[in-house]
């Protein structure tokens, strides 16, 4: 069983900034792309971030130039380090990742993480 856990969300002030880590744990074979997705109540899920296994990264408009994707491959971490954050950056925030495991190849979802950003 394959599992992504996250840590890292909070409360922030305008401006201020966090860092958001999954890590993906049990039967894992190989993982492609990692990602942050984000929810704001009313919207949509959106994508943030991703980051694939050679190591290109994209952005959604909205954060470059403020926000980070990166990953450890060697502890299964994908990490989301945002910058400058905006009260329109409050969300509760997911990550997902692309695994190849016992069942074969599956998307998988955290559980999220909540990251308020106060005015």
């Known amino acids: 069983q394959v599992q992504l856990v996250e840590s890292g969300g909070g409360l922030v002030q305008a401006g201020g900034s966090l860092r958001l880590s999954c890590a993906a744990s049990?039967?894992?074979?190989?993982?492609?792309?990692m990602g942050w997705y984000r929810q704001a109540p009313g919207k949509q899920r959106e994508l943030v971030a991703v980051?694939?296994?050679?190591?290109?990264?994209n952005y959604v408009d909205s954060v470059k130039g403020r926000f980070t994707i990166s990953r450890d491959n060697a502890k299964n971490t994908v990490y989301l380090q945002m910058n400058m954050l905006k009260p329109e950056d409050t969300a509760v925030y997911y990550c997902?990742?692309?695994?190849?495991?016992?069942?074969?190849?599956?998307?998988?979802w955290g559980q999220g993480t909540q990251v308020t950003v106060s005015s």
């Open positions: 997902n990742a692309g695994i190849t495991g016992g069942l074969g190849y599956l998307r998988y």
């Open positions: 980051i694939r296994s050679g190591g290109t990264r």
């Open positions: 049990g039967s894992i074979f190989s993982i492609d792309d």
